[in-house]
């Protein structure tokens, strides 16, 4: 799978942080949305946290470290190092107590789509990690914010049918068994990355986008899927089930469709942005769930806030909700009162997060 995420390539994965600002929002839904910053024109990070708490409904941050200000801080961190408690209790002292409680600092994913590296050590390290964190976070105090780490759909090794998911061969009783164990435990969330965007083909756009289309129907279930992101959350929430995880819970930490690309790219366009993104909004908080999960929401993160000029293909560029100067792409129904007023003079508030 193509990578979106500013750390899923590089080899030294540090640590991401959704911070929760709190809304006054009175919409009817709650949503999250990535805060990626590979670009060179975005406003200051007090600026844009202004801007999403007064002019949005979006409700909740998750913040990349390739953010200069987090990557400072996080420079001398990597998952082997944190894996040792001591190393952990002095993260959480440096990168998480000034700015808590201040910033409502709501989870930390310990790197992100790790699995995906294919790093040994990497990917050895991240449960113990995740439970040094954990335990840092517990003798600091503080037991409300989760630790947890994204995941891309590359964990599966069947995914089709949905019913048939299940985590690549090894990996399931090695890995992902012990980390849904410290889910269970600490009653934090599964978080995945579905992205109907890379799993499309022409004869299947409808059914990636929310559209009406024709459904993909299997024999063995009776299920009619008419989305391709119901189909992707299911194949993993039948891997979790055939490990004895279904109770975990699952959260949506990046999806998204771009609003622009090369010309001669199929299915990228400001329509299918706008259906995609929209429809997926309204699906998440519906209510309505999925053929395997039904009447659940999925807290959900939209990848990307920002178009971010320094991503390497048109369409990467092209993710975002916002333009730098924070004047909308495309509205998918986030804007208060339906339209937005910028006002530039603002002076960034000191209790932000930077
Ligand atoms: C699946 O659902 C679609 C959309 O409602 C419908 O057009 C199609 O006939 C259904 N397929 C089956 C086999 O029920
Ligand atoms: C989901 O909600 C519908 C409508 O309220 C209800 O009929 C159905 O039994 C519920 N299903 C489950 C599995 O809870």
Not at 76 to 104: E, M, R
Not at 170 to 175: L, N, Q, W
Not at 273 to 282: D, F, M, P
Request: a negative charge; one cysteine or more.
């Amino acid at each position: 799978m193509a990578k979106l995420s500013e750390t899923s390539s590089k080899l030294v994965i540090f640590f991401t942080i959704c911070s929760l600002f709190v809304s006054q929002s009175t919409a009817a839904f709650s949503i999250g949305v990535n805060y990626g910053t590979v670009a060179d024109n975005l406003p200051p990070p007090s600026q844009v946290a202004s801007f999403i708490k007064d002019q949005t409904s979006i409700d909740r941050v998750k913040i990349f470290d390739a953010n200069p200000d987090i990557l400072r801080a996080f420079a001398n961190s990597d998952i082997p190092a944190v894996s040792k408690l001591s190393a952990a209790v002095s993260w959480v002292a440096n990168n998480i107590l000034p700015f808590y409680p201040t910033t409502k600092i709501h989870r930390i994913a310990v790197g992100n789509e790790v699995i995906a590296t294919a790093e040994k050590t990497l990917i050895a390290h991240l449960l113990p990690a995740m439970k040094s964190l954990h335990a840092a976070l517990n003798l600091a105090g503080i037991s409300s914010i989760q630790v947890s780490t994204p995941h891309s759909l590359g964990i599966l090794s069947s995914s089709e049918p949905p019913s048939s998911g299940r985590f690549r061969r090894v990996y399931d009783r090695v890995i992902f068994a012990p980390i849904l164990e410290f889910h269970r435990q600490t009653n934090t969330p599964f978080m995945v990355c579905p992205y109907p965007f890379f799993g499309f083909t022409p004869n299947t756009l409808d059914y990636a986008l929310f559209k009406p289309n024709g459904g993909v129907f299997h024999h063995a279930t009776g299920i009619n899927y008419t989305s391709m992101f119901d189909a992707q959350l299911d194949a993993i929430y039948s891997a979790m089930k055939r490990l004895g995880y279904d109770d975990v819970d699952i959260v949506v930490a990046e999806t998204g469709w771009p609003s622009a690309g090369d010309p001669d790219q199929t299915g990228v366009n400001m329509d299918n942005a706008v259906s995609y993104n929209g429809n997926l909004i309204k699906h998440v908080c519906s209510g309505e769930g999925t053929p395997l999960m039904p009447n659940r929401t999925f807290e959900t993160y939209v990848f990307s806030l920002f178009n971010e000029d320094l991503k390497p293909s048109t369409s990467e560029r092209n993710f975002g909700l916002f333009r730098p100067d924070l004047s909308p792409v495309y509205d998918v129904g986030i804007l208060r009162n339906g339209q937005i007023a910028i006002d530039l003079s603002n002076p960034p508030r000191k209790d932000d997060v930077s």
